[in-house]
Structures are given as C-alpha cells and as structure tokens.
C-alpha cells in the first residue's frame, strides 16, 4: 500500500490564478491552420464556409460559458473576453484556457458537416490557447482594436497576393511584387489590375466576425424553452469594433456591473 499522503503531492501543483477585476482574454489559435486549409481546399484567400464554422464555434462557447460577454474572431483564431470579476475555474490560467479550446475544437469537429455536406473531414483540428488580464476596458477595446487591425492588413495583403498568384505570377514574385507597398497603393492595385473595389469585398473578410448577445434589440427577444426565462440570441456581426460607436449602441456587453 502506498503511504503518500495525497497533500503531500498537492503541494507541487502551482496553478497560475489571473489577476483579479481584470478582463480576460483568451485567445485560440488554429494549430498549424496553414496545412489544415490546404488539405481541405479552402478557398484562398478566405474561405466563407470555413470561417462560418469558426463562427458557429464561438457562437457556441458564448452560449455555453456564460462569463464570456464578447468574441472577435478572423482567420483561424477567436478571442473570448471574459467579465471582469469572473470566477470561472477560480481563475485558474489553465482550466480556463483548456475548457474553452477543447469545447470549441470538439464543437468544430460536430459542426464540420453542417458548413460541408460534401467535404470529409481528413484531419483533426486542434487549437493553441492562452489567457491575458487586461486591467482597463480602455485597454481591451485597444486590445480589440489590435486584432481587427490585424485582420484588415492581412485581408488586404492577402486578397492582393492571391489575385497576383491567380493571375500567373509564382509566389515569390508576387511576395516581391506587394513588399513595401501602402495600403492606398494595394487597393490601387486590386482596382487598376484587377477591377476589384476593396470595400465591396464581403464585410466579414474586411472586418471579421464579432460574437455576442444581443441584448439591444428588443425584437430578437424568444422565450428559451428549457428555463422558461426571457432569454436574448446570440448575434454574429461583422462590423467596426475600433470605433466608438460599436460601444456606444452595445453599451451591455463591457458593462462593468454584469
Ligand atoms: P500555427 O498557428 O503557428 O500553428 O500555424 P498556422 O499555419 O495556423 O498559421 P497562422 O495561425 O499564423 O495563420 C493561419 C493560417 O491559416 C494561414 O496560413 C492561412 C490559413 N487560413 C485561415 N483561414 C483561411 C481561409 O479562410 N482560407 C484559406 N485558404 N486559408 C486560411
Ligand atoms: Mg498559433
Ligand atoms: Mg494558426
Ligand atoms: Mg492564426
Ligand atoms: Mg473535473
């Protein structure tokens, strides 16, 4: 019989507890997305389906965990803010961050079907995850702001180097061709080269997915069956989180006293 005290072991365990009255962010990173989208065939450079799965992932987490209030994804990465005195997981890093990668890899996988009857799901999607304290709602929405950013660079570097590719260049010629170019020169290109007006690309592509409840809208109201309680809908938008006025019209979702 072993005589180890199970205390004794306990003491090794150092579990990382977030900083308290902080947002948290935990942010998901598709693992190695790059070959993922390859063996599926996604469409380059955004694939609409694809992305709509990640949505219905998030969709999923906000229903699920209710101390998440916001979510802005783009690409193959979502971000989950916690509220502020959220208690989930005692604020443990780890538990946090493990629960909610693992429900949204495995809600991906259940979904697959549903954004494509025709395609087999060749390989299993994993997700990298980790968790940062924001101390301010000023900083977050910078924080927010950061990713969308982020999401209209690469959106509009991406649309540029693959309509070079598609048009013959190799992809070094078209890395070449867009190095050091601005962003009034890129959409120059897209327009004079190839027709295309950059801000009649579909809004998802040019500003990513924001997921949430929507609790302003007294219309998307419904009775949740379940509990028999008044509850809201979770809504996916695509619109301009940099500004003020996203905040102004949604003022529920970073209120401080959820
Ligand atoms: P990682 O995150 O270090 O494990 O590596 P990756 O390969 O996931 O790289 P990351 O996350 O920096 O970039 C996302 C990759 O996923 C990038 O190569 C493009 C690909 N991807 C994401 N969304 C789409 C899409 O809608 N269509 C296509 N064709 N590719 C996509
Ligand atoms: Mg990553
Ligand atoms: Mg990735
Ligand atoms: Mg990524
Ligand atoms: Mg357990």
Redesign the pocket.
Known sequence: INKVKPEYLKSFVFERKLMPSTWIVVRI???H?HGFSEVHEFEKPNDEQALNLMNSCAVAVIEEFEDVVFSYGVS??FSFVLKKDSQFHERHASGIVSVIVSFFSSKYVMNWKDFFPQKELKKPPSFDGRAVCYPSTEILRDYLAWRQVDCHINNQYNTCFWMLVKSGKSKSEAQDYLKGTRAQEKNELLAQQFGIDYQTLPVMFRQGSSVFWDKEDPTERYSDERDGKCRKKVVVEHCNIIEQSFWKAHPSILDEKH
């Open positions: 990173d598709g693992r997305f193959d990465e």
